[in-house]
């Protein structure tokens, strides 16, 4: 029997890994990489924090074996990852009513979040944001979901549309799931506030769905802590939710794929049952998680100094972001660039949307070398003092024509 592969034709790259090889293979020395979320300093260079670099010193040390972990990961991970999420002295802790397992990385984890959720009998209907992170849609329809969506920014693009998200999840079916993003909207940088939170809770409650939290830049925005605000409108009493961690961001740990699924449940024993069918979606898809990436997490948060460090080089990328957003707004109501520019300054996390059309994102890359994605959305880490005039005269190009 050989290969079904007489029909196949080549599939479409990667909307945003894949514009990586392109940018590569482009020779102009003024280019400029905008597209892919990774964080970089003002020289263009993913660094190794420094926290990282101590912890992984102590392990090298430690020198401690490589045989497998548990299915569900270490145990002194799981905890720490856990009080990270909530804070070690939250209800949901306290309580008993969670259970983390570690996964590869947080696309691990909704991929996990995802088989889990259907092997268990749930809703195959699932609703995500309007816009959303592009690989929601596909992970999500390959694992067997069928798609909704709600609405999620103004025309702008600079608010969240509370009026069409709430009114769109009121008519959701009972049981449907609802993908969440906690903070640091993947491509808007545009978050609710704490009050739409509290509605969005309500409607949860009132409606009987599902939530699934991608967070996957906690401490990225405005915070550890300011990043969970979403918990104030999902963490009530008997509400059950699943969230999704990514530890590549804030650790800048991207290659050693780090990340976790945590079940919020109504009690300790539902949490202790979910994860036993958590780790049967895990055993049947990667077997265990790997350890190295997780074991520099794990180390950083259960040292009082590693973990003070870890904070301080998490507050340098932030503030960085925040620096590079201010940059952005004041080089391009300087330089005349029309648009509503302001409301950018005071989003949250890696990305902006600038509100472009196809064909100015086609003119960027091909006129200016400069490579975004979507409707405009940049990562606002990527903008150094050296590419800033370039992207924001390449833009005036293409926006005033």
Not at 243 to 271: H, I, Q, W
Not at 298 to 305: K, M, Q, S
Request: hydrophobic share 45%; net charge neutral; with cysteine.
């Amino acid at each position: 029997m050989a290969l079904p592969l007489r029909s196949l034709t080549p599939a479409a790259p990667d909307p945003i890994l894949g514009l990586m090889e392109t940018f590569k293979a482009d020779g102009r020395l003024e280019k400029v990489n905008l597209s892919v979320g990774v964080y970089v300093d003002d020289s263009g260079v993913t660094p190794v924090i420094p926290s990282v670099l101590n912890a992984e010193r102590r392990l090298v040390e430690k020198a401690g074996s490589k045989g497998y972990l548990p299915i569900d990961g270490r145990p002194g991970f799981k905890a720490a990852v856990r009080d990270l999420v909530f804070g070690g002295d939250h209800e949901i802790v306290a309580s008993g009513r969670s259970a983390t397992a570690q996964t590869p990385g947080g696309t691990g984890a909704l991929r996990v979040a995802a088989d889990f959720l259907l092997q268990a009998g749930s809703s195959k209907t699932i609703w995500l944001s309007e816009p959303t992170w592009p690989n929601h849609p596909q992970l999500f329809t390959l694992a067997g979901f069928a798609l909704r969506t709600y609405p999620y920014l103004t025309e702008s693009g600079r608010d969240v549309d509370r009026s069409g998200m709430l009114g769109t999840l009121r008519s959701a079916v009972p049981g449907d799931v609802v993908l969440l993003h906690g903070s640091c909207h993947n491509p808007s940088g545009v978050d609710p506030d704490v009050e739409t939170w509290a509605t969005l809770g309500e409607i949860v409650a009132e409606r009987e769905l599902l939530p699934v939290v991608d967070f996957a830049y906690q401490g990225f925005g405005f915070g550890l802590r300011e990043d969970a605000d979403w918990l104030a409108g999902l963490a009530r009493p008997g509400l059950e939710f699943l969230v999704c961690s990514s530890y590549s961001k804030n650790f800048a740990l991207y290659n050693e794929r780090v990340g976790a699924l945590t079940v919020v449940a109504a009690d300790p024993a539902r949490a202790a049952a979910a994860l036993s069918h958590i780790k049967i979606a895990i055993r049947s898809n990667y077997s265990n998680p790997p350890a190295h990436g997780g074991d520099i997490v794990e180390t950083i948060l259960t040292d009082a100094a590693l973990r003070a460090q870890w904070e301080v080089d998490l507050a340098v990328m932030r503030n960085r972001i925040l620096g590079n957003r201010a940059a952005l707004v004041d080089a391009l109501v300087a330089a005349g660039v029309p648009g509503l520019w302001e409301p950018i300054r005071r989003q949250r996390g890696m990305f902006a949307l600038l509100g472009l059309s196809a064909d100015q994102v086609a003119r960027l890359r091909e006129e200016f070398a400069v490579y975004v994605v979507g409707k405009g959305r940049i990562n606002v880490a990527g903008l150094t003092t050296a590419n800033l005039p370039h992207v924001v005269s390449s833009l005036k190009a293409v926006m005033a024509s």
